[in-house]
C-alpha cells in the first residue's frame, strides 16, 4: 500500500543553523509533494510544494529537492530561527483525492 | 484570509453516544475532506467528499462513519457508535481541486471518548 517514511523523526538544531528532513513514498503515481508545518495545538498548514515534473523549488529559507527514480524528497530550512520549531510533515498527492502523510519530524530551534 | 471553520474544538463524549463533527469550508471550495490524528501519530484520511458524495474513503471510514453536506456551507462527520479509540484530533480540508491542489485545514476537534 501507499507509504511514507519520514526522518529524523526529531531533530535539534542550533538557531541559524541549517535543517535538513527526507522522506521516502511507495506509490510511483505520486505526484505531488506539499509539506505541511503544524504548530503545537494548531492545523497543519502548507509551507512549500512540488510537483513531479519539478527537481528542486525554493522560497527563501525553505527548499524541497525531489528525485522521483528513487522517489526521495526532502526539505531544507537554512538560517533556522526558533519560530521554525514545529512538527513538519512530508506528503504525497496523487491521481486520488487523499494525502498520504509522513511520520513527521518534531524540529527544535535553540536560540 | 478564508479559513477552514470546525466546531466544537473539544468534544467529550461516552463510549457508544454518537457525535457529530461540524465544518465550515472555504466558500469557493469544491472538494472536502475529513482526516484525523491520534496524539503524537500522523494525520491520517477518512475520507473525500466531491458533487455531493464520497469520492474515497480510507479502511478506517467504517460503517459508524458518515459525512453529510446538508446545506451549501456546513459539511459534518457523523460517528455513530465512538469507541475509545476513537478519540483523536478531527481536521476538516477544502480544496479547490483533487490530487495536487492545497487542501487548507481547520484548527480541528478534539474528540475525547470516555
Known amino acids: 500500500g501507499e507509504n511514507v517514511e519520514q526522518h529524523p523523526s526529531t531533530l535539534s538544531v542550533q538557531e541559524g543553523d541549517s535543517a535538513v528532513i527526507k522522506c521516502t513514498y511507495s506509490d510511483s503515481a505520486s505526484n505531488y509533494f506539499p509539506w505541511y508545518k503544524q504548530e503545537l495545538g494548531k492545523r497543519p498548514q502548507l509551507i512549500i510544494d512540488?510537483?513531479?515534473?519539478?527537481g528542486e523549488k525554493k522560497d527563501q529559507r525553505i527548499a524541497v529537492t525531489l528525485n522521483k527514480t528513487a522517489k526521495h524528497f526532502s526539505l531544507h530550512i537554512t538560517e533556522t530561527q526558533p519560530e521554525d520549531s514545529a512538527v513538519y510533515f512530508c506528503?504525497?498527492?496523487?491521481?486520488?483525492?487523499?494525502?498520504?502523510f509522513g511520520t513527521g519530524t518534531r524540529l527544535q530551534v535553540f536560540p | 484570509e478564508p479559513e477552514v471553520t470546525q466546531t466544537p474544538s473539544h468534544q467529550v463524549t461516552q463510549m457508544g453516544q454518537e457525535v457529530i463533527l461540524r465544518c465550515v469550508p472555504i466558500s469557493n471550495h469544491l472538494y472536502f475532506y475529513w482526516y484525523r490524528q491520534i496524539l503524537g501519530q500522523k494525520v491520517e484520511f477518512l475520507v473525500s467528499f466531491y458533487n455531493n458524495e464520497i469520492s474515497e474513503k480510507s479502511e478506517i471510514f467504517d460503517d459508524q462513519f458518515s459525512v453529510e453536506r446538508p446545506d451549501g456551507s456546513n459539511f459534518t462527520l457523523k460517528i455513530r457508535s465512538t469507541k475509545l479509540e476513537d478519540s483523536a484530533m478531527y481536521f476538516c480540508?477544502?480544496?479547490?481541486?483533487?490530487?495536487?491542489?492545497?487542501?487548507?485545514f481547520g484548527q480541528g476537534t478534539r474528540l475525547t471518548v470516555v
Open positions: 512540488i510537483r513531479s515534473n519539478v
Open positions: 506528503v504525497t498527492g496523487g491521481n486520488t483525492d487523499k494525502l498520504i
Open positions: 480540508a477544502s480544496s479547490t481541486g483533487t490530487g495536487h491542489t492545497e487542501a487548507f
